[in-house]
């Protein structure tokens, strides 16, 4: 795991590669690349290069093509004779053990893929019990299938209990093996632990989340780093971690929140991402019951941000995949005080675009879209946050009622 770990401290420079293919046009690449550049920034390593390639897909054995590799390991060469060492490629999806080791053969640096390096923030946010079980889980469940993959490139730098010494294959195929399995068996065992002791603090939450009471549980939800927890330190009147950062927030945060003497429960939970990785998503299940266990989610956006709609899918999606899709929802568009457009010129006839549309436009669009069950805000600014505040408590209320008719006393005792 060591291998994958970046730290603030080591400020790595790092290369991107990225495909175009007939699902994913040169917009869209683009749009995922800044996406890992931030990723990569996040971790804390600093972009220096950038590069595509446009095939029909992915190579099953290194990703790229060759010439495109080659092209790669050039620039690498000419970094180095300028003494400017590139300190890792970052490949835009998850990697085979296959194309991994093929790929490290030729490139001769550090390899990493979206997940690793998602797996590698999670790592460094993790601040709690539960998040570091669920990352460390996460992590054994990415390099079970990449072990001989570790193996060998321990091996070809002539490292690793079991070598013998001994150069390229012939020395792994002999007690190199016997490790390999034998470290295969530890980790299952520890994976193993890990989920038991997963269950045990799930059922721990599940204890603490029967105890909170009969309230109803609202669940802040969206893509990373769209102002969730801004939104929870308004609404909460609580500090709670916030940082323009991807996966600020690791751990499910619940404050009681309390709006004209109607009390109910908030959470903030970790941000959705393209790509995520699958053993994160099976990691983070006990995490996302927040999300599977409130009466209403609120959904926000970061409506500033060029590809919000696509994230708006993502979210969408990944919502489905944890079977929350028929839950109440709110729709909670942020950081209207960073949104910015081009208007059309009078006499160009191409259609009119997203980015052509002006706020006042665009919040149009949407509320008819949505039936007027959206609102658009800025937690920065506060801007809209007493509206959002009464839109609110009037979703919690009818929530409440429904779900507790007799206590609807309560509500006309705090109207009269």
């Known amino acids: ?13 790092a290369v991107l590669v990225g495909l175009i293919t007939p699902e994913q046009d040169e917009r869209k690449t683009t749009e995922y690349l800044d996406e890992l550049e931030f990723l990569a920034t996040t971790a804390g390593a600093v972009t220096v290069k950038r590069f595509t390639q446009r095939v029909n897909g992915p190579s ?29 490629v970052i490949f835009d999806d998850e990697l085979s053990a296959k194309q991994l080791r093929n790929i490290e053969q030729v490139l001769r640096v550090k390899i990493l893929d979206r997940t690793s390096l998602i797996l590698d923030i999670f790592a460094m946010r993790a601040q709690t019990a539960n998040a570091k079980t669920q990352v460390e889980l996460a992590q ?34 002999g007690p190199g093996e016997t490790q390999l399995e034998m470290d295969r068996r530890i980790i299952l065992n520890r994976m193993s632990l890990l989920k038991q002791r997963l269950a045990d603090i799930d059922r721990q939450k599940s204890t603490q989340r029967g105890n909170r009471g009969r309230m109803i ?30 996966f600020a927030t690791l751990d499910t945060t619940v404050r009681k929140v309390i709006i004209d003497n109607l ?51 993502v979210v969408d999606k990944t919502l489905s995949d944890l079977g929350c899709a028929d839950k109440p929802l709110m729709l909670i568009f942020n950081k209207i005080d960073a949104y910015t457009f081009t208007p059309k010129d009078a006499d160009d006839l191409t259609p009119v675009t997203r980015e052509n549309l002006s706020l006042e436009e665009l919040q149009r669009t949407w509320m008819a879209k ?12 506060r801007s809209n946050i007493d ?20 206590n609807d006393f309560l509500f006309q005792h705090y109207e009269e």
């Open 60 to 88: 099953q054995v290194t990703y790229v093509g060759k010439g495109k590799l080659d092209e790669i390991r050039a620039y690498i060469q000419a970094e180095e004779d300028a003494e400017r060492e590139v300190g890792m």
């Open 217 to 246: 549980r609202v669940a802040l939800v969206g893509y990373t780093n769209v102002g969730k927890s801004t939104l929870m330190i308004l609404l909460a009147k609580s500090e709670v971690f916030a940082e323009n950062k991807l």
């Open 387 to 406: 509206e959002l505040k009464q839109v609110l408590y009037a979703r919690v209320r009818e929530l409440h009622v429904q779900k507790y008719p007799y």
């Open 263 to 313: 009390p109910f429960l908030l959470s903030d939970t970790v941000g959705f991402i393209r790509k995520l990785p699958t053993d994160l998503i099976e990691s983070f299940k006990s995490t996302l019951d927040e999300v599977r266990e409130a009466d209403l989610l609120v959904h926000v956006v970061d409506i500033s941000h060029p590809d919000f709609e696509e994230q708006i899918r």
């Open 1 to 13: 795991m060591k291998e994958f770990v970046i730290t603030e401290a080591q400020a790595e420079t």
């Open 140 to 173: 054994y469940r990415y390099m079970l299938p990449r072990l001989q993959r570790l193996w060998t490139h321990l091996e070809r730098q002539g490292g690793g209990s079991g070598s013998g010494g001994g150069k390229g294959s012939v020395g792994l195929r």
């Open 370 to 381: 949505l039936n007027g069950d959206c609102l658009f805000i800025s937690a920065r600014e």
